[in-house]
């Protein structure tokens, strides 16, 4: 009952501190007292707006931001990002060998087959292939011999890349 008595007793309180308030013409600042800082340096100012940070390429990959997959020829290594941060990798590839070479620039997915065969090389398995450029893809094969422009991946990075990329995604091919 108590509780009762003083909760109809606060919000008298509040009622009268809005129509004194209202009656004041409006502009008037209501504060209970319990709201009413004891001195200035109680009162907290609102931050100043800030720009939200851009996102920072991880360190070591040699793509821009925007790719979601990055082959480094040179370091014969590929990685899967978001926005500039690693998902998965470095991995080692095998890249296209001279005469054959993995083209250099930014791609996007085109599409991907789980089992694709080569008909340009007698049917060759090409297991968790995701075609970027005509005829080039990522796909499972040797990481001891140079492929035929084609980026080799072990079996769990194919399969990872498989499952990861999407038509469309960016994929970069860096020398």
Same mark, same amino acid.
């Given at each position: 009952?108590?509780?009762?008595?003083? +909760?109809?007793?606060?919000?008298?309180?509040?009622?009268?501190?809005?129509?004194?308030?209202?009656?004041?013409?409006?502009?008037?600042?209501?504060?209970?007292?319990?709201?009413?800082?004891?001195?200035?340096?109680?009162?907290?100012?609102?931050?100043?707006?800030?720009?939200?940070?851009?996102? +920072?390429?991880? =360190?070591?990959?040699?793509?821009?931001?925007?790719?979601? =997959?990055?082959?480094?020829?040179?370091?014969?290594?590929?990685?899967?990002?978001?926005?500039?941060?690693? +998902?998965?990798?470095?991995?080692?590839?095998?890249?296209?060998?001279?005469?054959?070479?993995?083209?250099?620039?930014?791609?996007?997915?085109?599409?991907?087959?789980?089992?694709?065969?080569?008909?340009?090389?007698?049917?060759?398995?090409?297991?968790?292939? +995701?075609?970027?450029?005509?005829?080039?893809?990522?796909?499972?094969?040797?990481?001891?011999?140079?492929?035929?422009?084609?980026?080799?991946?072990?079996?769990?990075?194919?399969?990872?890349?498989?499952?990861?990329?999407?038509?469309?995604?960016?994929?970069?091919?860096?020398?």
């Amino acid at each position: 009952m108590r509780i009762r008595r003083a +909760v109809a007793g606060l919000s008298t309180l509040v009622a009268a501190a809005v129509l004194t308030a209202c009656s004041a013409g409006g502009t008037a600042d209501v504060r209970l007292a319990a709201e009413t800082p004891a001195s200035t340096s109680d009162i907290t100012t609102a931050p100043a707006t800030t720009t939200p940070a851009k996102p +920072v390429m991880a =360190a070591g990959v040699p793509c821009t931001i925007t790719a979601t =997959a990055c082959v480094s020829l040179s370091g014969k290594q590929a990685w899967l990002l978001d926005e500039g941060k690693i +998902v998965y990798g470095p991995v080692k590839i095998m890249p296209g060998k001279k005469g054959s070479t993995t083209p250099l620039g930014t791609w996007h997915v085109l599409y991907k087959e789980k089992m694709h065969l080569s008909r340009e090389f007698d049917n060759a398995p090409m297991p968790n292939s +995701v075609f970027f450029y005509n005829g080039v893809a990522f796909h499972e094969g040797s990481l001891a011999k140079y492929s035929n422009g084609c980026v080799h991946l072990s079996a769990p990075a194919s399969l990872k890349f498989f499952s990861s990329l999407s038509k469309g995604d960016e994929v970069q091919v860096v020398r």
